[in-house]
């Protein structure tokens, strides 16, 4: 399995600010996914991030509120850009490693 | 539009009382359906992928079957470590398609 890790693991912020997570995983993999998990809700989608190329979003998604680095391949950052209260919500890196989705431990964010 | 239900919501059982989770599912060609495992405040932890109709897989007090239209998630003579959500995720066929679509989850309480 992959062992991945989240900074931070979670935060407050105000709103019209922005925070980057950070998602490192120990072994090199293509693919990388980003995710929401609201309150009561099922997991959410945001965009796949392949290394050398741009991240693919999802509907209702954009890359001017959720901005994706991938640098490497262990290694992405999601930014939540001009956050609002809306944005409150845990958010997970994933990774596909031989053909199956791990998981990081999330970063629950709180935006005031 | 790929979509996975999960029942029932909540379910409360008395250590040692055995009990299934459903997990029904619509897909345009399955590529595998997932179990996962998620503790408060963490990222979901993987338990099983079955890739077929009539495959089953075990792993401690958890077994999980498929049909073509459900799977189900065994729980026998549960302790109360197993409490946690179960969440259920199909993956469809097909080049490039690396999206999970995921339940909302049965949360699972064990009571001493």
């Known amino acids: 399995s992959a062992v991945i890790s989240q900074k931070p693991s979670r935060d407050i912020c105000q709103r019209g600010t922005s925070l980057t997570i950070q998602c490192q995983v120990d072994?090199?993999?293509?693919?990388m996914f980003w995710y929401r998990q609201q309150p009561g809700q099922s997991l959410t989608l945001i965009a796949t991030?392949?290394?050398?190329?741009?991240?693919?979003?999802e509907s209702g998604f954009v890359i001017d509120k959720f901005p994706i680095s991938r640098p490497n391949l262990t290694f992405s950052t999601l930014t939540v850009s001009n956050m609002s209260p809306e944005d409150s919500s845990i958010y997970l890196c994933?990774?596909?490693?031989?053909?199956?989705?791990?998981f990081g431990p999330g970063t629950r964010l709180t935006v005031l | 539009e790929d979509q996975v239900t999960q029942s029932p919501e909540a379910l409360r059982l008395q250590e040692g009382e055995s009990s299934s989770l459903n997990c029904s599912y619509t897909?345009?060609?399955?590529?595998?359906l997932f179990w996962y495992r998620q503790d408060p405040g963490k990222g979901p932890e993987f338990l099983f992928t079955?890739?077929?109709a009539g495959e089953e897989k075990e792993k401690e007090r958890l077994k999980a079957t498929l049909t073509k239209k459900e799977s189900f998630l065994h729980i026998t003579a549960p302790k109360p470590e197993d409490s946690a959500t179960y969440l259920c995720?199909?993956?469809?066929?097909?080049?490039?398609?690396?999206?999970?679509?995921f339940g909302k989850g049965t949360k699972l309480s064990v009571i001493p």
């Open positions: 994933s990774v596909d490693y031989t053909d199956t989705q791990y």
């Open positions: 072994s090199q993999v293509t693919m």
């Open positions: 991030a392949n290394q050398g190329s741009e991240a693919t979003y």
């Open positions: 897909v345009s060609g399955l590529r595998g």
């Open positions: 079955l890739y077929s």
């Open positions: 995720a199909v993956h469809r066929s097909g080049a490039g398609s690396y999206q999970l679509t």
